[in-house]
């Protein structure tokens, strides 16, 4: 759920893998790197300092992480560009940046997830161990709160939005409790939500499957900032990005996002050749191919180094056929 450690002592997620599968396309002079996930800079940094030739498009929907990222990026600045947008705002970035929508970046990098900044600062309302305003908002400029959702939403869309975005079994019961409670006093803190979900789950399920409030806090996040439908349309315009060579590492923190990943890589590495035919047509055959075997997960050195990288699953792949020319 998280993409890096906050701090001085900030260790960028896979940081190593990362480079491996990135570097290659990389490596010469004007090359174009897009971070889709900027945070606090610390995977850009890496980039930058390894080839002297980068360029850089940063983009990250939360203001602050965009000050702090550009105050560490600063040695960089005539080789970086960063924007104030979702990662499905690439497209839009890119022709603010001067380049082309498509076939110009050379690599990017999506490191999904909540980062470890708004992890960590209490206030903004991601974390279940504090109390705090139930805010989640990754832009805080923008948008509903996690207040909104649980004191405006219905039963109904309560339900679904604990059930499709957290895999909660008890979805319901937590709905109807929100509810309930929400009709003497809306909910404004953490608290008051966690309290609840020990009060509603039963006691034999909250001793499995790690904290109980996990599940209800990861699927108002992501209904809170939209993070499913976001990817959804930021993958296909990522992928279109790339140019003969490029290449694109995607990092998911949950069962949810990767399964998006998969799904919208599965149609770019395959053939696009009619399966009764023997030979494949020009053309048509797959777009990418993956350089990873499945999703990878972090090594246990590198779980060490970091605790934050042990739900990863990283995927990527490389372009392999020119994308065919759009009329604009």
């Known amino acids: 759920m998280n993409r890096e450690e906050h701090g001085p002592r900030h260790v960028p997620v896979l940081l190593r893998r990362a480079d491996e599968l990135l570097g290659p396309a990389l490596t010469e002079p004007g090359a174009v790197y897009v971070d889709a996930t900027l ?16 360029r850089l498009v940063g983009l990250d929907r939360d203001t602050e992480a965009l000050r702090l990222a550009g ?57 279940y161990s504090v109390d705090a305003p139930l805010d989640m908002r990754m832009d805080p400029t923008a948008g509903l709160t996690a207040a909104d959702v649980l004191n405006t939403y219905s039963h109904g869309d309560l339900a679904r939005v604990l059930k499709t975005y957290g895999e909660e079994r008890f979805a319901g019961k937590i709905a109807s409790e929100v509810v309930r409670r929400r009709a ?15 009060a509603t789950i039963p006691a034999a399920a909250r001793r ?7 599940r209800t806090f990861q699927a108002l996040r992501v209904e809170v900032n939209g993070e499913l439908d976001s990817l959804r349309a930021a993958l296909p315009a990522a992928l279109d990005a790339l140019r003969l060579g490029g290449r694109i ?14 799904q919208e890589f599965a149609p770019r590495i395959a053939s696009r050749t009619p399966v009764d035919l023997p030979v494949e047509l020009p053309g048509m055959g797959p777009e990418f191919r993956m350089l990873t075997r499945g999703a990878e997960k972090a090594t246990e050195t590198e779980i060490e180094e970091n605790p934050r990288a042990a739900p990863v699953r990283m995927r990527a792949a490389e372009r392999i056929q020119e994308k065919e020319a759009t009329t604009p």
Not at 39 to 54: D, S
Not at 99 to 114: F, H, K, Q, Y
Not at 208 to 214: D, E, F, L, R
Not at 250 to 261: A, H, I
Request: hydrophobic share 40%; aromatic share 8%.
């Open 39 to 54: 945070g606090l800079g610390g995977h850009a940094e890496h980039f930058l300092r390894t080839y002297p030739g980068l």
């Open 71 to 127: 105050e560490r990026l600063a040695p960089f600045a005539d080789r970086i560009t960063l924007v104030h947008t979702r990662y499905d705002g690439i497209a839009d970035a890119l022709a603010e940046a001067g380049l082309p929508r498509a076939g110009a970046v050379s690599g990017i990098l999506m490191d999904l997830g909540v980062s470890s900044m708004q992890l960590d600062e209490a206030e903004r309302g991601f974390a």
């Open 184 to 198: 003497k006093k809306p909910f404004t803190t953490s608290a008051e939500l966690v309290e609840l979900l020990y």
């Open 249 to 262: 590492v995607v990092m998911s923190y949950q069962s949810l996002e990767d399964r998006v990943v998969k």
């Open 208 to 214: 499995t499957g790690g904290h109980p409030a996990k």
